[in-house]
């Protein structure tokens, strides 16, 4: 009995330390998914032009 009320205590004390995400942390990560997806448009917008000015040189 003496163990199964440890390992209850010891999970509730895990659960209470579980770190809880607040407005910063969401908005940091919304921050970063448009940084990765500007990347990508400008990459895109790179290998455009790229194709464009060797379809020039032909």
């Known amino acids: 009995m003496t ?4 390992m209850s205590a010891l999970l509730a004390a895990l659960y209470g330390c579980e770190k809880k995400e607040g407005p910063m942390e969401k908005a940091g990560k919304e921050v ?20 464009a000015a060797e379809g020039d040189k032909k």
């Open 32 to 51: 970063d998914k448009a940084a990765v997806s500007a990347g990508q448009q400008v990459e895109k917008a790179g290998e455009k032009i790229k194709d």
């Open 3 to 6: 163990v199964v009320i440890a």
